[in-house]
């Protein structure tokens, strides 16, 4: 338990830095208008760094209670079906979430087979940002999976 919790923390750091990143790309661009000069690449740049914060995110605020449920419609179950449709949706979420994370490094990798690079001014290797995507979705889905495990610890 350790070691995901040292992950999870990992994980909020780097969306932390990517979103220090984000802010620093912004304000060059703001300050690079006034004194007449352009940001190579910003928008991409921004782009990309607000993927991998968006996916590093994921984890970290599942694990505050962050994301948006459907506690509604489950305080309205008695507790059986409650935890049954608790276990379900979080199953269905670790299958979708643990899919995508897959094809995410499927793709990661081959763009580092292929060498793309991005299409703007900075010839960056696309499975830089790939990889980093990647690695959110797949810490999510080792949250999914702590959660879903934890619910066979509870009673209805």
């Not at 960056?124 to 934890?150: D, N």
């Amino acid at each position: 338990m350790r070691f995901l919790e040292a992950l999870y923390r990992l994980s909020e750091f780097l969306a932390l830095l990517l979103g220090l990143f984000v802010l620093l790309v912004i304000l060059a661009q703001v300050v690079g208008r006034f004194l007449g000069f352009v940001v190579p690449s910003a928008l991409e740049l921004a782009g990309f760094a607000t993927a991998g914060l968006i996916f590093l995110g994921l984890a970290p605020t599942l694990r505050s209670g962050g994301h948006i449920r459907v506690g509604l419609a489950l305080t309205r179950l008695p507790p059986g079906p409650r935890l049954a449709a608790e276990r379900l949706s979080l199953a269905l979420g670790l299958a979708a979430s643990a899919y995508g994370a897959l094809q995410l490094w499927d793709k990661t990798l081959e763009s580092l087979r292929f060498g793309d690079l991005a299409p703007g001014l900075l010839p960056l290797p696309l499975w830089i940002p790939l990889a980093v995507v990647a690695f959110g979705m797949s810490v999510f889905a080792l949250a999914l999976l702590e959660a879903l495990l934890k619910t066979f610890g509870r009673r209805p």
